[in-house]
């Protein structure tokens, strides 16, 4: 049993008084993280916690620099710096002499014929090398949690073998971290999902392309007896892929694009550097933009190179081509077909880029799990490992139910449920909203969740914009949007204009970020406050439906004002000038009025403006029939 002691770190959740933390060890960046009774988080830095550079930079008196500072200093100081050490992780020397790495550190043949590098005449072993790495790692984790930190699950990618392994578990001694587990990468990023949690047969693909090296491997849960154990349940089918195919050799093919298409460069080795560190710029800006302009710090002065969308889909067309080439192997080894994979997760910062997505989409006709940061996902997995080990959290996403309702914010800042809490997983929901501007041309679609009536009291799952939309008069457009919650309780969220056919969507993992404590406060609080709740949302529909009233009879009038008895006029537009005062009133202080009265109010003026629509209705079809 762990007891929960208040923590003195940056954390606010009680954390254990001897965590286990997953550790994502990679080739080019690690993380570390804690499942929290919230659900999972990355460790360290900001809001989306530290990701540590794999480079370690080993000086002449002995000491180290790891992770960012190394990397930005790698090039200056080749000699004395180490990066994807991973790659020579309880190897021998002789299969490894040709193997691609960051720095250019010598290769040495270490203790019993095992790859080692050697830095200021020093023999250095990949297990020292990823030792400092996961010393930085506790460091973070131990500055966080605001305890120490002595015991990890650590991940390793499927294909590693014993040697490799064991390799891993020794670099952890070496940092005093003691590995209880040593999870696949691809487990890992299956249980960050929930996958396995709940022992339920599903046939996974996890297509991870980070910044050196690309595997995909296929998976089955075994469904064992009394739910799921985590890691346990997974069995690997198959592995594919290549350790010398990433992210990198996407920066290489871009600098060389530039190399070749701009005037006046010097290819130097300054230069090469300086377009290849402005390429990474570049390509991970392309994510949110469709073109970017980066500075380069060239032979002969700064530099501006610019790429767009199409130039990095075309330069990221080979290497998507050779992973695609890989799940095809990794299909056939385990003798399965398409048809047959139940789910697809992405893993690695390189599945983020929109020729991967829409090649992995293509391949495997279904939507793939993208709603956790692929590069994060790994770690937060691995703690969700720790996690079970620990003994704590078994239940932390085991969903039969929806926990809380799942809807969108509408005009005014109420909610629309559309999937209502205590529906049966998995669950689905379509429902049709529209615009309420002329003319509008796109459209903010807020994901929420909650038992509330106002937006801002419910808990905000994500956003994105539906754009695109062609010019039409409010109320016109016709959004589609859908919601779909999985078996594993991943959310799918998808808009559609009707006519345009254009489309968005956003994945969430509702859970996340949610204790049972908090499901509960949440429910209290709804029940107390339900009457208010009830009537601030019908003062927001009145509104919302009053204004377009309020529109229609406007432009209507305007046609037809010379067609109708003045006496009426002046009752219509009294009856019109109450509804916008109430109106006005609604939107900036909803709770001063009386929604009985505005509702009186609002309805009779729909039985006063019928004269004045019926009269344009007969105008406009005079003016069809000539
Ligand atoms: P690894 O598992 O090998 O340690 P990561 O999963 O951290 O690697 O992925 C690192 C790679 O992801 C790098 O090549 C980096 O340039 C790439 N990357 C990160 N963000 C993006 C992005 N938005 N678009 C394209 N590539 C990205
Ligand atoms: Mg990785």
Redesign the pocket.
Known sequence: MQTAVPNSGRSSEPVPSDPIVGI?L?????LVAFCFASGPRVLGGGAGGA?VP?VVRFLADGSTVVGAAARATRLAHADETVASAKRLMGRSARETASFARGGSTPLVEGPRGMAALAVHGRVVTPQEVAAEVLRELRRIAEADLGVPVRRAVITVPAYFDDAQRQATRDAARLADLEAVRIVNEPTAASLAYGIGQAARAERIAVY?L????FDVTILDIVPSDGGGTGADCFQVLSTAGDTAL???D??RAIAAHWLAGESGLVDDDATRAALLAAA?EA??A??ERASIEVEAMCTGGARRVALDRAELDRLAEPLVARTMAACRRALADAQTTVDEIDRVVL????T??SAVRAAVRAFFGREPYVALD??RVVALGASVQAAIVAGGRRDLLLLDVIPLSLGIETVGGAIAKLIMRNSPIPARAVEHFSTSKDGQTSVRIHVLQGERELAEHCRSLGTFDLRGLPPMPAGIPQVEVSFLVDQNGVLSVSAREKRSGCEAAIQVVPSYGLTAEEVDRIEKESIENARADMTLHRIIDLRVHSELDLKWIGEALARVRGQLDPAYIVALEGAMSEVRGLCERAASDPRSVDADLFHRAKQSLDERSMRVHETAIAQSLRGAGT
């Open positions: 994502d990679g080739t080019t960046n690690s990701m794999s991870d980070g910044g050196g090296t990433g992210g990198d996407l920066d990474e390509k991970i392309l994510s893993v690695g910062g390189s983020r880029l692929p590069d």
